[in-house]
Each structure stands twice: as C-alpha cells, then as structure tokens.
C-alpha cells in the first residue's frame, strides 16, 4: 500500500525540489518554459506570457491539495531560480508505481542537475511513497535524456516505435524502469 504524502521540499547538494510558487513565473519563461527546444523534447507546449504561465501555475499549485500529487520546482540553489521541473506525472496507486517526467532549462543542462533531482525523486518515491517501481521514458532521439536516465541504474523495458510524430517524421518512445529491490540492493 502506498503511502501518499503529496509534494514534500528535497534539498540535494545543488538543488531544492519544492512546490511550484506564483513568484516562479519569471524564471520559469526566461529559464524553460517559452524555450521551443525543451518543450518539445518533453512534449509540451511553449508558454509565451505571463498569463499563459499563470494558467500553468494555477494547475500545478492548484493540484498540491490532493496528497497523490507530486510536481516539484528544480530550484539552483546558486543563483537562487527555477531553471526545470520534475514530477510523478503518472501515479498507479493499485499497482504501486509512479512514473517520472522532469525538464530543464537549456542554459542548465549539462551540469548533472537533471540525473540528481531524479535520484532525489526515486529516493522520495521508494522511502516516501512506499512505490514497487518507478518508471520513465523518453524520445529515441534525446541522447540527453537516455543519459540522464541510464546514471539513475534504470533498466531498458523496450520501445514503442513511431510513438510521437513530430516535425512531419516519427519519433520512438523507450521505456525504462527501476524496482525497489534492485534500487535497494544496487
């Protein structure tokens, strides 16, 4: 049985994984969300304003009332900005797992920030949370993202082919997956 306690800080050695606030919209358009580059990669639209960033937040923040949501501001703890996200975007309470999406801004990336708020998340999810698996995927053609996931000791699943369609050409989808008992016993 799952232990849901909602969205909950993580301090890691360079990031602070909160809820999202209203005061994050500034850097949420400057550092990845007005960003055409990381939105598709993570398969979401490009938010240009602040009202279409507010409208984002009143999802996100609004939802932090339910204690199966879990949706985290990446926050660097140098310059003080959200520069990302991640989340358990995908929670099956019936079956014990979760799944993770996460995205960081372009001016961020490359600096091992988005594999430690992963771990940080799979850590929360398995002592937390009391999760059998987490699971995560990501495009074929994200060589960033496949890194980022195989530093986490996630194991290969497989792929579903031509799964996006984006720009006119099909993009795969792999799937990949860590068990409490392989991730306590690594």
């Known amino acids: 049985m799952l232990t849901h306690i909602g969205t909950q800080t993580i301090e890691t050695d360079r990031l602070i994984l909160r809820r999202f606030e209203y005061s994050d919209d500034d ?15 993570y398969s979401e639209p490009v938010y240009s304003t602040k009202d279409e960033v507010r409208g984002l937040l009143d999802k996100y923040i609004g939802s932090y ?6 949706r985290w501001a990446v926050i660097d ?10 989340a358990f975007f995908l ?34 999810g398995f002592d937390r949370i009391n999760l059998h698996k987490v699971q995560i995927c990501t495009k074929t053609i994200n ?11 996630f194991t290969y699943e497989g792929t579903l082919r031509d799964y996006f369609c984006m720009d006119g050409n099909y993009v795969g989808r ?13």
């Open 27 to 41: 850097a949420m358009l400057r550092n990845w969300v007005a960003d055409e580059n990381v939105q598709k990669m």
């Open 65 to 70: 009332e339910r204690e199966d949501y879990y």
């Open 77 to 86: 703890k140098e310059c003080g900005e959200c520069v990302g996200q991640i």
């Open 91 to 124: 929670v099956d309470s019936k079956n014990h797992f979760a799944e993770i999406e996460y995205c960081i801004g372009t001016e961020f990336q490359c600096r091992g920030y988005a594999t430690e708020a992963t771990k940080a998340v799979i850590a929360y």
């Open 143 to 153: 060589a960033k993202s496949k890194r980022v996931i195989e530093k986490c000791g």
């Open 174 to 186: 792999l799937y990949f997956s860590i068990l409490r008992d392989e991730y306590y016993n690594k």
